[in-house]
């Protein structure tokens, strides 16, 4: 069973900044993306980054040159720094793990930008 648990989400004022982290756990043989989607309300669920294996990375083009996705292979972690924030970036942020042949989803962290 695999689990993920993330952390780092809060309220922020616009231009501030936050880093998100997602651990992944249990049984893992296989791993071909990680990533970080959110859902803002009344919205649909969308990409914000993610990142392969391989360290490719994709963003989506609302958060290009203020969001940075990383990850840590050895600790199956995943990493999300927000700079620069805006009132639209308030969603519910959820982590996504791609692997054993589907994919995992973490119960989500809020990300709240306000003054």
């Known amino acids: 069973q695999v689990q993920l648990v993330e952390s780092g989400g809060g309220l922020v004022q616009p231009g501030g900044s936050l880093r998100l982290s997602c651990a992944a756990s249990g049984t893992i043989f296989s791993i071909y993306a990680m990533g970080w989607y959110r859902q803002a309300p009344g919205k649909q669920r969308e990409l914000v980054a993610a990142i392969t294996d391989g360290g490719s990375t994709n963003y989506a083009d609302s958060v290009k040159g203020r969001f940075t996705i990383s990850r840590d292979n050895a600790k199956n972690t995943v990493y999300l720094q927000m700079n620069s924030l805006k009132p639209e970036d308030t969603a519910v942020y959820y982590c996504?793990?791609?692997?054993?042949?589907?994919?995992?989803w973490g119960k989500g962290t809020l990300v709240t930008v306000s003054s």
């Open positions: 996504n793990l791609g692997a054993n042949g589907r994919d995992y």
